[in-house]
């Protein structure tokens, strides 16, 4: 089985969203760390929503990883406008060695404060995936 974590950061990297789409479990999810309460679900939310991540972000590198076979995490950093961005990702994969759930960890604050400045726009054009998000919360 070829490493899904490899595959995501190169993709992300490249901004390759089909890329990303093809490591997802069909019941992926992604909990919003703006909210703490939106949770992204299914392939076509989830497309969306990484394509406005990743299309936000500048010069994304991911740099270590620490992890086993089912739970990873990844360190990243890049730019948002002029700010400095880091992620400390944390992927769930499934038996299938697809990803399951993807929970973001970003700072520093100013950061964290462009990124939902560039993202919520680009979010706010597919309402309906904003209010799936919202009742996502379990």
Known sequence: MDDVVA?????????DIDALGELLEADAELVSP????????????M?????????????????????DNSLR?????????PF????????????EGKIQRIRPHLR??????GFALLV????????GVILRALRGAR
């Open 7 to 15: 595959r995501y950061r190169a993709a992300s990297e490249a901004n």
């Open 34 to 45: 703006l909210s703490g309460r939106m949770v992204f679900r299914g392939p076509d939310d």
């Open 47 to 67: 497309r969306l929503l990484l394509g406005a991540v990743y299309g936000s972000l500048r010069d994304w590198r991911w740099h270590e990883e620490v992890g």
């Open 73 to 81: 995490m990844v360190i990243g950093a890049g730019k948002v406008g």
């Open 84 to 95: 400095k961005l880091g992620d400390a990702m944390l992927f769930e994969l499934s038996r």
């Open 108 to 113: 520093p604050w100013l950061g964290l404060t």
């Open 120 to 127: 919520g726009p680009r979010l706010a054009r597919h309402p």
